[in-house]
Structure formats: structure tokens, C-alpha cells
């Protein structure tokens, strides 16, 4: 009984190491298949063509990673801080000018069949990007406020880069190569 509960869990373990880990940032960990989902999400998002997200470029993949370690980082400080940032209307505010990228809603829906992402993953991309946002611009602001500075959009910004580089020195960051699967 106990060498079919080991079994059993190894079994069960192996299922679920079938993704890469492209890096770990403090304690979340981001997959080769986050890398290449929230890429093409990025790719259409930014009027890239929706048929031109097959392939993932090992560039595109590198510069996306890049910005899911960013992310992460932000996201840590957020959760740290119990920031909880504007509430919105996830669906209206986020999907559907992403919907607009595609020819149809059937070519949309093929997109997210054939990739298997769902719009969930989606929203959470670009609301969490948002929230990140304005939690670093608050933390900037507030930066500048106790030194008495302006608020002046050149000096927030330094001020927003700053507070950026701090909460990225305070994780361990490990990256793994991301190049191919």
C-alpha cells in the first residue's frame, strides 16, 4: 500500500513537471508556457496580426520574459503591501479591445482553442500590468511627497524607476534559458 501511494505520487508528479520553468522571482514561479501565452496576448494586443502568433520568437520569448519578471517583482510588493489599486470592470476594460484585434468573434474563439488560453489569463495579464502601474506610481508619489519634491511627471518618473530598482534588488531572481522548449 505504501510503495502504490509512492508510485502514485510520482505519477501524479510527473504530470505536472511536463512545463519548463523559464524563472523564479522570490517565491512565484513563471513557465515557458506562461512566456509564450501572455507573447502572443501581447502580440495581438499590440495590433500584432492574431495569424502571425504561431510561432514564438526566442527574442520575443526572451523580451516577454523580461517582462513577466517585472511583473512579478511589482506583483510581490503588491501582495506585501495589501495594495488592492482601482476596482474595475474586468470584462469591459480589458477584453474587449482585444476582442477588436481579431476578424471575428469565431476567428477570437479559435485563437483561444488553439492555444488553450482562456480569458481569464487574459484579463489577469492586463489587470495585473494596470495594477502594477499605479502601485509603482503611488509609491513614487508618496517618494516625492516626503521629500518634499513636486510632483512634477520627469521627477515621478525618476522617482517611480527608483522605487522599481529597489523592490527588484530586494528578490532572488533565477532565469532559465528560454529559448525553445
Do not use: C
Amino acid at each position: 500500500n505504501m510503495m502504490l501511494s509512492f508510485i502514485m505520487l510520482i505519477t501524479g508528479a510527473q504530470e505536472t513537471l511536463l512545463d519548463r520553468v523559464a524563472a523564479v522571482v522570490g517565491d512565484q514561479v513563471i513557465t515557458l508556457t506562461e512566456v509564450e501565452d501572455a507573447a502572443r496576448i501581447i502580440w495581438i494586443a499590440q495590433k500584432g496580426s492574431p495569424s502571425a502568433v504561431s510561432a514564438v520568437p526566442d527574442q520575443v520569448r526572451i523580451t516577454v520574459l523580461d517582462y513577466l519578471i517585472d511583473q512579478a517583482v511589482i506583483s510581490q510588493f503588491v501582495v506585501r503591501y495589501g495594495y488592492e489599486g482601482a476596482r474595475k470592470d474586468v470584462d469591459a476594460d480589458y477584453l474587449r479591445p482585444f476582442i477588436e484585434n481579431f476578424d471575428s468573434r469565431d476567428a477570437y474563439e479559435a485563437f483561444l482553442r488553439r492555444f488553450q488560453i482562456g480569458e481569464t489569463e487574459i484579463t489577469r495579464l492586463f489587470e495585473r500590468e494596470t495594477r502594477n502601474q499605479d502601485f509603482i506610481r503611488e509609491r513614487g508619489r508618496l517618494r516625492l511627497l516626503a521629500a518634499g519634491s513636486s510632483l512634477d511627471s520627469g521627477l515621478l518618473q525618476s522617482a517611480m524607476d527608483d522605487v522599481f530598482a529597489e523592490m527588484k534588488v530586494q528578490l532572488e531572481i533565477r532565469r532559465s534559458e528560454v529559448s525553445g522548449r
